[in-house]
């Protein structure tokens, strides 16, 4: 399934030709600095896991960012999120939280966490704006090294009347 949002970035699931640009973006512009964990053989074993989401949001013929979610019974989380420096603030990142957010009610989450690294105020300030809230700072998170936000955004599910 791929959506097209007001971005103009189409958002769609990834598929294996697209786990060496998600490893290398998330190498890029979400591990720096931490050592590569994400690594193209790690995406492939995401991708083939049946309660996780990955998604990629291709704007102007480029993978303009992708987004990594694992799904519990009544939680989910945002495992990784990331857009391309040449695309950033034209919609990306809000389009492929909003698909997220959109599977997460159907599968019937209550609410959705991730981490931030505490050092990025861009980050922090993006979720705040999508109406995801600190709910704990967590000192030497990405590898003894950094400390971490806990944000956490409950969804309002809504209720059909069906019994």
């Keep these: 399934m791929a959506v097209a949002m007001a971005s103009t970035a189409t958002v769609r699931f990834a598929t294996r030709p697209d ?11 979400v591990e720096v600095g931490l ?6 053989e790690r995406i492939l074993r995401t991708l083939r896991h049946p309660d996780t989401n990955a998604i990629v949001a291709v704007r102007e013929a480029d993978r303009a960012g992708f987004a990594i979610m694992k799904y519990g019974d009544e939680e989910a989380h945002l495992l990784l999120l990331a857009v391309k420096p ?6 990306v990142g809000s389009a492929m939280v ?10 019937g989450i209550a609410r959705i966490t991730l981490e931030a690294r505490a050092s990025n105020a861009a980050a922090r300030s993006f979720y705040g704006r999508l109406g ?5 700072w967590l ?21 059909t009347g069906a019994a």
């Design 19 to 29: 786990a060496l640009a998600i490893a290398e973006m998330s190498r890029d512009l």
């Design 98 to 107: 909003e698909w997220l957010e959109a599977s997460a009610r159907v599968a």
């Design 139 to 159: 000192p030497g998170y990405y590898g003894g090294r950094e400390t971490s936000v806990r944000m956490v955004k409950p969804l309002h599910l809504e209720r």
């Design 86 to 91: 040449a695309h950033g603030r034209r919609g």
């Design 132 to 136: 995801y809230a600190v709910t704990q």
């Design 35 to 40: 050592g590569w964990s994400w690594t193209k």
